[in-house]
C-alpha cells in the first residue's frame, strides 16, 4: 500500500469492440474512506467496478487495488476484497448461520473463527435469535446489513457495494448506513455506487461519471460549491443533463 | 480443497432443502418405472390378421397355424386373391395380410426358399412395425424348427435380431433403457442448467465470481451433488425394474454402470452449456423440455423405433445423445455384449461431452468479457 491508497487507477481504458465503457479514469482511494461512486445507468460504473474486483481485465491502463495489479493477479485482489450487489447476495433458502458458514469458508476462514465471528455480528445486529432462520423469512433491511456484515465477515481492506440499499426503506438505509462508517471507522475502505442521491452527501468524496468519464470528484461540500448547488442531487443534473437545467 | 467442500455442502443442501426438486430427483424416476412397467404397454396381442393363401399346401397351413397359436394374432379371413387385400385393410378388419406366394411349399423342398409377403397398415406405423417384428420372429422360429430337419432357408435373414434377444416379447425390455436415459438427461441437464441460471438471477453468481474461488470450481462444485444422485438414481432404476419387473442384467454390471457415468458426465456438460446460452431459469427450463425431453422421448428410439423414422428425423435422432446411451444400455443388459461392439457409441459419446465442455467454456469467457 502507498501512501494509504488502496485503489489507484491510472488511465484506465475499457473497450468492448467499438463501444468504450471506461474513457481513460484516474482516481485514488484511501484506506478508510467511503468513496462514492456515482453515475446514471450505462456511465460505465458496473464496468469500472469489475475491473476493480478482478472480474473483467482493462484495455489498457494501470490498476492496482489492496496493492496488487488487476492485470497480473486478480485472484489476489479477489481475496482481499468484499463485494455486496444491488441484487440480493446471500441464499435464500439456507439460513442465516449456514450462510455466514459458506461464505466464510469461501474466504478460507476457520471453521472456529467463524463462528466467533458469527456470533459477534449477530449480537451487534441485535438478532442472535435469527440464527437458525432461512434468509427468506427475514425482512429485506435485515437482509441487506446481514449482506453487508458477511461481505466484511473476512476483513477485506476494500468492500465493493453495487447500490446496496435499492428498494430498502428510509429508516432501514439510515441504519445499514451506520454499519457502513462503523466499517470505514475500522479501516476498511469503502466503495460504493448508489442511486439515491441523500447517500451521496454521507460519503467522504464522491466521484460522478458520465458517458465513461470521470466528470467531477471531491468531497460533497466541494462539489456544491463548485457547482453552486445546494444538494448533491443538483451537482449530478447539471452534470448529467447540462443542457436542461 | 475445504472452500470447494464448503461450497458442495451448500450446493446439497439447495437439493435437500426443496421439497420440488426432491421430486423430480427420485419421485419422477420411481414413477416412471412403475408407470412404464404396468401401464404403458408396448406388447401387442390378437391383432387381426388376414392370409391370403395362393399355395394351399401342408406347410402353408403349418405357418398359418403357427401365427394363429401364437397369441399375438387371430385369423379373421382368408383371402382369394390380391384384389381383397386392398379391401380388407381398408375396411380395418385386418391390420396386417400373410401373403403365401405359389408353390410356397414346394419351392422350400425343392429349392429351400419360398417367398412370403406381409402387408401392414401403414396408417399406424408403430402398430404396423410391431406386427412384421413379430411376424418376422414367428417365422424366424419356424425357420429353426425346419432347419432340424436339414434343409436350408433364406427366410432365416428375415428374422429380427432384437426378438432373438427378447424371445418372450416382453414390453418391459424395450422402455427400461429409454427410461435410464430419458431420466438422467432429464435431471442432469434441467437441474444442473436451473441450478446455475438461478445463482445468475439472484446475483449470488456476482459474489462467487468476485470471491478466491476459481470459475471452475464453481461450475464443478455445482454439478458434483449432481452428479452423485444420478449415479443413485441409475441404481435406483436398475434395482426397480430388477425387483418389480425381474429384468436382470445380462452383461457386465461394471460396464453399464461406467457407461452410465460417462452419460451423466455428458448430460452434466450439455445441462452447463444450456446455462451459459440461458438468460434466466424459465429459458433454461424451456430449452431443456423442448430441446431436450421431448426428441428424447420421441426420437432416441425410446418409443418409436429408429427404423421406421423417415430419413429427415433420423438424421436429428443421430445428434440426440439419448439414442446412442440406449443402444448401449440394450447392448449390455439386454444382449449381454461386451464393450466391443458398443465402443463407437461410447466414442460418440466422449465427443459430445468434449464439445460441450468446450462450448461452455468458450461462451462463459465471451459472457465474462
Known amino acids: 500500500m502507498t501512501n494509504g491508497k488502496v485503489i489507484t487507477v491510472k488511465n484506465l481504458v475499457k473497450k468492448f469492440e467499438h463501444f468504450v465503457a471506461n474513457d481513460n479514469l484516474n482516481f485514488d482511494v484511501y484506506q478508510g474512506e467511503i468513496f462514492g461512486f456515482l453515475g446514471a445507468n450505462g456511465a460505465g460504473k458496473t464496468t469500472a467496478i469489475r475491473i476493480l474486483s478482478g472480474l473483467l481485465q482493462p484495455t489498457s491502463g494501470e490498476v492496482i487495488v489492496a496493492g496488487f495489479d488487476a492485470k497480473k493477479y486478480p485472484e489476489k485482489i479477489k481475496k482481499n476484497i468484499g463485494y455486496m450487489s444491488q441484487k440480493f447476495s446471500l441464499y435464500q433458502d439456507l439460513t442465516v448461520n449456514e450462510n455466514i458458514m459458506l461464505y466464510g469458508g469461501i474466504y478460507g476462514i476457520r471453521k472456529k473463527v467463524i463462528k466467533e465471528r458469527t456470533n459477534e455480528l449477530l449480537k451487534s445486529l441485535q438478532f442472535e435469535e435469527y440464527g437458525k432462520r432461512l434468509i427468506s423469512s427475514l425482512p429485506l433491511g435485515l437482509k441487506q446489513k446481514l449482506a453487508f456484515s458477511v461481505a466484511i465477515l473476512h476483513e477485506p481492506k476494500i468492500v465493493f457495494l453495487d447500490e446496496p440499499t435499492g428498494g430498502v426503506d428510509p429508516m432501514a438505509r439510515r441504519q445499514f448506513w451506520e454499519l457502513i462508517y462503523e466499517a470505514a471507522s475500522r479501516g476498511i475502505t469503502v466503495f460504493v455506487t448508489t442511486h439515491y442521491m441523500d447517500e451521496a452527501e454521507y460519503c467522504d468524496r464522491v466521484s460522478i461519471m458520465n458517458d465513461g468519464k470521470i466528470v467531477a470528484l471531491d468531497t460533497p461540500t466541494e462539489l456544491k460549491r463548485q457547482y453552486n448547488a445546494s444538494s448533491i442531487e443538483e451537482v449530478f443534473v447539471k452534470i448529467a443533463r447540462p443542457n436542461r437545467s | ?369
Open chain 2, 1 to 369: 480443497m475445504k472452500r470447494f467442500i464448503g461450497f458442495v455442502k451448500k450446493e446439497f443442501l439447495h437439493i435437500f432443502r426443496d421439497f420440488r426438486t426432491l421430486i423430480i430427483l427420485f419421485g419422477i424416476p420411481t414413477a416412471q418405472i412403475l408407470i412404464f412397467g404396468f401401464v404403458v404397454s408396448t406388447e401387442i396381442t390378437d391383432v387381426d390378421i388376414a392370409f391370403l393363401d395362393l399355395s394351399k399346401d401342408e406347410v402353408t397351413q403349418n405357418l398359418t397355424d403357427k401365427f394363429c397359436s401364437s397369441g399375438f394374432f387371430r385369423g379373421v379371413d382368408n383371402l382369394h386373391s390380391y384384389n381383397d387385400i386392398d379391401d380388407i385393410l381398408k375396411s380395418g378388419r385386418a391390420k396386417a395380410v400373410v401373403i403365401f406366394s405359389e408353390n410356397f411349399g414346394r419351392d422350400l423342398m425343392s429349392q429351400g426358399k419360398a417367398s412370403i409377403s406381409i402387408i401392414a397398415d401403414g396408417s399406424e406405423p408403430n402398430t404396423a412395425t410391431f406386427i412384421t417384428n413379430y411376424a418376422s420372429a414367428i417365422i424366424s422360429d419356424f425357420n429353426k424348427d425346419f432347419i432340424k430337419d436339414g434343409s436350408e432357408s433364406r427366410l432365416l435373414v428375415q428374422s429380427e435380431v432384437s426378438m432373438f434377444y427378447n424371445p418372450e416379447l416382453k414390453g418391459h425390455f424395450m422402455f427400461v433403457p429409454g427410461v435410464i436415459a430419458y431420466i438422467l438427461i432429464l435431471i442432469c441437464a434441467l437441474m444442473t442448467s436451473i441450478t446455475i441460471t438461478r445463482e445468475k438471477e439472484f446475483g449470488t453468481m456476482e459474489v462467487l465470481l468476485v470471491s478466491p474461488l476459481k470459475p471452475i470450481q464453481i461450475i464443478i462444485g455445482k454439478v458434483v451433488p449432481y452428479f452423485i444422485l444420478s449415479f443413485i438414481n441409475v441404481i435406483l432404476i436398475l434395482s426397480l425394474s430388477w425387483l418389480v419387473f425381474g429384468l436382470p442384467v445380462k452383461g457386465s454390471m461394471l460396464l453399464l454402470l461406467a457407461e452410465s457415468m460417462l452419460y451423466i458426465l455428458m448430460s452434466l456438460s450439455l445441462g452447463i452449456f444450456i446455462s451459459t446460452v440461458s438468460k434466466n431459469m424459465q429459458q433454461a427450463i424451456f430449452i431443456s423440455l423442448v430441446g431436450l425431453l421431448l426428441p428424447t422421448i420421441l426420437l432416441s428410439g425410446f418409443i418409436f423405433p429408429i427404423e421406421n423414422m423417415p430419413k429427415v428425423y433420423d438424421i436429428v435422432s443421430s445428434v440426440l445423445p439419448p439414442r446412442y446411451f440406449i443402444t448401449i444400455v440394450k447392448s449390455i443388459m439386454i444382449k449381454g455384449t461386451g464393450f466391443l461392439y458398443i465402443w463407437k457409441e461410447t466414442l460418440i459419446l466422449i465427443l459430445m461431452t468434449i464439445v460441450f465442455i468446450g462450448l461452455s467454456v468458450k461462451k462463459f469467457k465471451i459472457r465474462l468479457e
